[in-house]
């Protein structure tokens, strides 16, 4: 980590030992100070009170500082002018924005009502009142006499206090010597704090919600696991279950593949049973001439068939369910008749599905 | 120690480290949980397709009608199955079924019966509608034999020859089949018949 340095009203110049957790102090030059009370307000409101507060007070349109708060709820607030500030550090170190610390932080606490100390850029007299700063005075040169009454004027110090912090001037020439800071203290400044409220607060957002997300699909997780858990016995059982229909259907369409593998070589009603339907659908008197099957066709010849009576015939072989076609076929001799008819196949009709 | 302590001191001091490492946390958290999502999808996936397969295999369980329906089938078939006759060669198939076929009309009284066969070649059926090597390969024939019968037409031994065909003793299907009735009547057929190859004797 490279060194602190101190932002003075010249630029930026090394700190005093020991390091601070800061890159940058502000000289106490750069500096005011103000002491807020709000006890008042509540304990949620009070940085946004303070925020506003200070916006009244601060001279500084765009302000920045730190605010050291005490257990009775008032706020001790030192800010500086942000861009005048920003532009000093950068000149020397040419480096984006930094942690800004004030120096009265690192001068360690009064042990009087009143006391004077050295500060980077002059003088600087402090009033406590029970252990809690109460006010600052800056001297940019070493105060004379009257300045000091002024001051002390300015302060509200009892005299016995402002003669005794008067004496121990001298030995305030010494340079300043910091250390570390012993209060509790915070950054705070015009335009930065709602933004790092939202940023705090989309954070906050996002983790939750990261959170939420989580517990979601541990939640959903956890389910699904335990369904399958179920299911897995589940499973088991059923196929346990269904494993003799199983082997059953399968023999059984193994089975019906053979079949239909047969009726395919011979998928006509037989010989026997096509002839019988034909002997069995002659009218009386009639007789068959000629009768011949090729692959399930039959071709018939009758001779001295009665006209009125060929239509009860084509009924009958209809009705044997044999035939998926009756014609009759026309014929030069008035006294022969000639059919043809196609048997039922039973490719067509699936009569092997078992 | 060192270093460790500068990256304290760094997270400490910087908001800007601390956003970012909180933003890269952010986005890594959220693929996590991304590609939690998309495996948690899948396996819901999974579980639906498995709840399906449970309710299908139910479903099966509870159809009984199948051990029927195998016993009927494998019934009907072990019938076809005893009709059909094992020979070692086409030769003897030929032989067999010129046999039978002259049996066969001498028991039904036709009179002038010849039978002659034809050569079919192995496994090659003679009449399959199409599907050439289907049946043959499904039912294991080894050969298809047909055979032609010429007899004088009368009726009744006709009609008996035909119903002792149908019988079932061999497996054989009628392909034509030629009626000439009258004076000098003729009956002529053509049927074709299924052998099973019989394995060869060891010597």
């Known amino acids: 980590?490279?060194?602190?340095?101190?932002?003075?009203?010249?630029?930026?110049?090394?700190?005093?030992?020991?390091?601070?957790?800061?890159?940058?102090?502000?000289?106490?030059?750069?500096?005011?100070?103000?002491?807020?009370?709000?006890?008042?307000?509540?304990?949620?409101?009070?940085?946004?009170?303070?925020?506003?507060?200070?916006?009244?007070?601060?001279?500084?349109?765009?302000?920045?500082?730190?605010?050291?708060?005490?257990?009775?709820?008032?706020?001790?607030?030192?800010?500086?002018?942000?861009?005048?500030?920003?532009?000093?550090?950068?000149?020397?170190?040419?480096?984006?924005?930094?942690?800004?610390?004030?120096?009265?932080?690192?001068?360690?606490?009064?042990?009087?009502?009143?006391?004077?100390?050295?500060?980077?850029?002059?003088?600087?007299?402090?009033?406590?009142?029970?252990?809690?700063?109460?006010?600052?005075?800056?001297?940019?040169?070493?105060?004379?006499?009257?300045?000091?009454?002024?001051?002390?004027?300015?302060?509200?110090?009892?005299?016995?206090?402002?003669?005794?912090?008067?004496?121990?001037?001298?030995?305030?020439?010494?340079?300043?010597?910091?250390?570390?800071?012993?209060?509790?203290?915070?950054?705070?400044?015009?335009?930065?704090?709602?933004?790092?409220?939202?940023?705090?607060?989309?954070?906050?957002?996002?983790?939750?919600?990261?959170?939420?997300?989580?517990?979601?699909?541990?939640?959903?997780?956890?389910?699904?696991?335990?369904?399958?858990?179920?299911?897995?016995?589940?499973?088991?059982?059923?196929?346990?279950?269904?494993?003799?229909?199983?082997?059953?259907?399968?023999?059984?369409?193994?089975?019906?593949?053979?079949?239909?593998?047969?009726?395919?070589?011979?998928?006509?009603?037989?010989?026997?049973?096509?002839?019988?339907?034909?002997?069995?659908?002659?009218?009386?008197?009639?007789?068959?001439?000629?009768?011949?099957?090729?692959?399930?066709?039959?071709?018939?010849?009758?001779?001295?068939?009665?006209?009125?009576?060929?239509?009860?015939?084509?009924?009958?072989?209809?009705?044997?369910?044999?035939?998926?076609?009756?014609?009759v076929v026309p014929s030069g001799d008035p006294r022969t008749l000639r059919f043809e008819l196609e048997a039922v196949s039973a490719l067509g009709v699936e009569s092997v599905k078992p | 120690m060192k270093v460790w302590g500068d990256l304290v001191e760094q997270w400490r001091e910087r908001r800007t480290l601390r956003l970012g490492i909180y933003a890269v946390g952010a986005i890594l958290w959220l693929q996590g949980l991304l590609v939690w999502h998309d495996w948690l999808t899948a396996s819901a996936r999974e579980t639906l397709q498995i709840a399906q397969r449970i309710a299908r295999l139910k479903a099966e369980a509870a159809e009984s009608q199948w051990p029927q329906r195998a016993t009927d089938a494998r019934s009907r078939l072990a019938v076809i199955d005893r009709q059909v006759t094992q020979t070692e060669t086409l030769g003897l198939a030929q032989a067999d079924l010129q046999d039978w076929l002259g049996a066969q009309a001498a028991r039904a009284g036709l009179t002038n019966p010849t039978v002659t066969v034809a050569g079919a070649a192995q496994g090659a059926p003679v009449s399959t509608g199409g599907e050439r090597q289907g049946p043959d390969r499904v039912l294991g024939l080894g050969f298809q034999v047909q055979a032609q019968l010429r007899a004088d037409f009368k009726p009744l031994p006709v009609y008996d020859f035909l119903a002792a065909l149908e019988k079932g003793e061999r497996r054989v299907w009628v392909e034509s089949m030629s009626i000439r009735p009258g004076a000098g009547g003729r009956f002529e057929l053509s049927v074709v018949a299924a052998y099973r190859r019989a394995p060869k004797a060891s010597q």
């Open chain 1, 1 to 327: 980590m490279s060194p602190s340095q101190v932002v003075c009203t010249d630029g930026l110049r090394p700190a005093p030992l020991p390091k601070v957790r800061a890159d940058l102090v502000v000289s106490r030059a750069l500096t005011l100070f103000q002491r807020f009370d709000l006890a008042s307000v509540p304990r949620s409101r009070r940085k946004e009170a303070l925020r506003l507060a200070i916006s009244e007070w601060s001279p500084f349109e765009d302000w920045a500082g730190a605010v050291v708060w005490s257990e009775r709820g008032a706020a001790m607030v030192w800010i500086w002018e942000a861009g005048r500030v920003a532009a000093l550090a950068q000149l020397e170190a040419g480096r984006a924005a930094k942690t800004m610390m004030p120096e009265p932080l690192l001068l360690g606490p009064g042990g009087a009502e009143l006391d004077c100390v050295r500060v980077a850029e002059g003088w600087l007299a402090r009033r406590y009142r029970d252990g809690e700063l109460q006010a600052e005075c800056f001297f940019a040169t070493r105060p004379s006499a009257k300045d000091w009454a002024a001051a002390m004027i300015a302060l509200d110090a009892s005299t016995g206090a402002a003669d005794s912090a008067w004496a121990t001037l001298d030995s305030a020439d010494a340079p300043p010597c910091y250390s570390a800071p012993t209060a509790r203290w915070e950054a705070i400044d015009a335009t930065r704090s709602s933004a790092r409220f939202s940023a705090e607060r989309a954070v906050l957002l996002a983790a939750a919600a990261l959170v939420l997300g989580t517990l979601w699909l541990g939640a959903e997780t956890l389910r699904d696991l335990r369904i399958r858990h179920l299911q897995k016995a589940e499973l088991a059982a059923a196929e346990r279950q269904a494993e003799p229909q199983k082997a059953a259907r399968q023999q059984a369409f193994d089975a019906a593949d053979r079949l239909r593998a047969w009726a395919t070589l011979d998928p006509f009603p037989s010989a026997l049973m096509l002839l019988n339907a034909v002997a069995g659908s002659l009218p009386p008197g009639a007789v068959v001439s000629e009768y011949r099957l090729d692959r399930g066709v039959v071709r018939a010849t009758l001779s001295n068939p009665g006209a009125r009576q060929t239509g009860d015939m084509v009924t009958r072989l209809q009705d044997s369910k044999l035939f998926s076609s009756v014609r």
